[in-house]
């Protein structure tokens, strides 16, 4: 079995990274909104857009914390759909993928 150390590393390097992203995301939303009416409606704008960014690094998060859940189980580089190894180019370039490249395609 390779060795995964390194990526699983990135994995929680790149998880520590989106928690506080997500924190300070969570933090800019909480902000008292403005009086103005104008400055609140460019406000919602902001926030749509923090908003999204969440959502995007959520999702994101999900996936590495799955990733290094199968870390923990022995299976991270196994392909959940097919049980082949997932190559270490493929791993190397998304290394919370679930999939080798033939299921992933």
């Known amino acids: 079995m390779p ?7 990135r994995l929680k390097a790149r998880r520590a990274e989106l928690v506080e992203d ?3 995301i969570e933090d800019a939303l909480d ?13 919602r704008q902001g926030d749509e857009v923090l908003e999204a960014m969440g959502h995007h ?3 994101e998060l999900r996936r590495i914390d799955a990733a290094l ?3 923990e189980a ?3 580089g196994i392909c959940v759909k097919c049980g082949n ?3 270490a180019e493929r791993l190397d370039a998304v290394p ?10």
């Open 22 to 24: 997500i924190e300070e």
């Open 74 to 76: 022995g299976d991270y």
């Open 57 to 59: 690094d959520a999702d």
């Open 3 to 9: 060795d995964h150390t390194a990526l699983i590393d």
């Open 31 to 43: 902000d008292e909104p403005s009086k103005d009416w104008e400055d609140r409606a460019a406000e």
């Open 96 to 105: 919370e993928t679930p999939f080798c490249k033939t299921c992933a395609a």
């Open 85 to 87: 190894d997932i190559s």
């Open 69 to 71: 859940a199968r870390a």
